[in-house]
């Protein structure tokens, strides 16, 4: 339906305003309705997620990450955001896994190695206590 279509991306607009003006549960407001109109747009999920992450509100965001991904496997942002939450959560092999997914999908990408390398030193201080 091209008018549901249309309400999704105006909400989604929305929550991209908010997010940059750092309201985030605004953001999430918005965004929660443009999934309510098309649930099936990857990059709504995975920019919840990073509202959700600001608010350390880890398990939603973990929740949008995934199911981003299970829309669209191929989410990058969606992969390092979820890694994020990982991190953030001890997780450290999961978050190693997600950003050398990344790492791996874009390669000249800094940031993401970064990353990596920030989970990898907290696994590798885990094995060792």
Do not use: W
């Not at 929550?15 to 747009?41: L, M, P, T």
């Not at 791996?104 to 800094?110: F, P, T």
Request: glycine share 4%; proline share 1%.
């Amino acid at each position: 339906n091209i008018e549901r279509a249309t309400f999704a991306e105006l909400e989604r607009q929305k929550g991209n305003e908010c997010f940059r003006c750092g309201e985030n549960e605004e953001a999430i407001n918005c965004y929660s309705k443009s999934i309510a109109y098309d649930g099936k747009n990857a990059s709504v999920f995975s920019n919840r997620a990073m509202a959700a992450i600001r608010l350390s509100y880890m398990e939603q965001a973990l929740a949008d990450t995934t199911m981003a991904l299970e829309l669209d496997p191929t989410c990058t942002k969606a992969r390092a955001r979820r890694g994020t939450v990982h991190h953030q959560c001890g997780r450290y092999a999961k978050a190693v896994e997600d950003f050398q997914a990344c790492s791996e999908r874009e390669r000249e990408n800094k940031h993401y190695a970064l990353l990596l390398k920030r989970s990898e030193e907290q696994r590798m201080k885990l094995q060792e206590d």
